[in-house]
């Protein structure tokens, strides 16, 4: 099964950018749809963004549309989110997760997940 490891979480000042990447082992990367998702303090974990297999395909949801890019490289085995604009509530911990079922916004498609990166967001 495919492993997920997160990097490039930190810390930002409002109205600054964070580019996060996902790098994944095992498995065949280009089998999966990729997704980033993010859960803050006492809140369920949401979805963000997925990207299908061929890269040609994504979703994005209402929060972050026009301010997140999810990309990926499948050469690299690695999916990014580019974030811009960040506002004080997108700080959360970041997941990126793997589904083999194509592009669903649904967690229940995602069996496989990174343990997270970081993001906090200050004024």
């Known amino acids: 099964q495919v492993q997920l490891v997160e990097s490039g979480g930190g810390l930002v000042q409002a109205g600054g950018s964070l580019r996060l990447s996902c790098a994944a082992s095992?498995?065949?990367?280009?089998?999966?749809?990729m997704g980033w998702f993010r859960q803050a303090p006492g809140k369920e974990r949401e979805l963000l963004a997925v990207?299908?297999?061929?890269?040609?395909?994504?979703y994005y949801a209402d929060s972050v549309k026009g301010r997140f890019t999810i990309s990926r490289d499948n050469a690299k085995n690695t999916v990014d989110l580019q974030m811009d604009s960040l506002k004080i509530e997108d700080t959360a911990v970041y997941y990126c997760?793997?589904?083999?079922?194509?592009?669903?916004?649904?967690?229940?498609?995602?069996?496989?997940w990174g343990q997270g990166t970081q993001v906090t967001v200050s004024s």
């Open positions: 990207i299908s297999v061929s890269g040609t395909g994504t």
């Open positions: 997760g793997a589904s083999s079922t194509g592009i669903r916004t649904s967690l229940d498609y995602y069996p496989y």
């Open positions: 095992r498995g065949t990367f280009s089998r999966y749809a």
